[in-house]
């Protein structure tokens, strides 16, 4: 792993090939995107004194694959996978232990504003998710819960392209969520929620072909 993004990073940082190719991308062009966050981390402490470069890819927080597809110069079709699958299970057999599964898809709409090393875009997407989760002692079933939920959400964000159809970008959104959930057998419980959904922002590497 440590050897993978180590490659990136020098692919990123001394690539110099092709700066007289369009560096945005065009009609027909695909792309696939992933949040930067855990890479910039890892690139920072490689060059920050003690810096720990353990990257941390919890799934739990970097879980979605990104793409999308450019109808148009100023069109695209975007998509989203997110895939979540944990276990937790101590040495000790008479602990609990839990494991659980979260998938959520997600397709929209981007109109695009192009500049030169820049492209700006706004537009709105709909989505659905399920999750499940278990917890076990000496091989009982102490729990077991399910939860489903619906999202639809405008956003706006930017892209910067560093090299040729190489971008990385920030984005922010305001959604509705409406979900329900609970142990298995009880009456589920909802909920609802809207507002500012990721009020940290996002960061994305994206690369397009």
Do not use: C, H
């Amino acid at each position: 792993m440590k050897k993978f993004f180590s490659l990136i990073i020098a692919v990123l940082l001394f690539t110099a090939t092709g700066w007289a190719q369009s560096r945005l991308p065009a009609a027909g062009d695909y792309s696939i995107g992933f949040n930067a966050a855990p890479l910039l981390k890892y690139a920072g402490n490689l060059f920050s004194a003690g810096g720990n470069n353990e990257v941390n890819m919890a799934w739990q927080n970097e879980n979605t694959l990104m793409g999308s597809y450019f109808k148009s110069a100023n069109l695209a079709y975007r998509g989203g996978l997110g895939l979540n699958i944990y276990s937790n299970t101590p040495g000790d057999t008479a602990a609990v232990s839990s494991s659980g599964s979260n998938i959520s898809v997600t397709a929209g709409l981007m109109k695009l504003r192009r500049g030169d090393r820049i492209m700006g875009y706004y537009g709105a997407e709909a989505g659905f998710g399920f999750g499940s989760s278990t917890t076990q002692q000496d091989g009982r079933e102490l729990e077991k819960s399910t939860s489903s939920s619906l999202m639809a959400r405008g956003f706006v964000g930017a892209q910067y392209f560093i090299l040729p159809k190489i971008s990385v970008g920030a984005e922010y959104g305001i959604g509705l969520m409406l979900g329900s959930g609970g142990d298995r057998g009880d009456v589920a419980d909802s909920y609802s929620s809207i507002g500012n959904d990721n009020s940290g922002g996002q960061i994305t590497l994206s690369v397009y072909f």
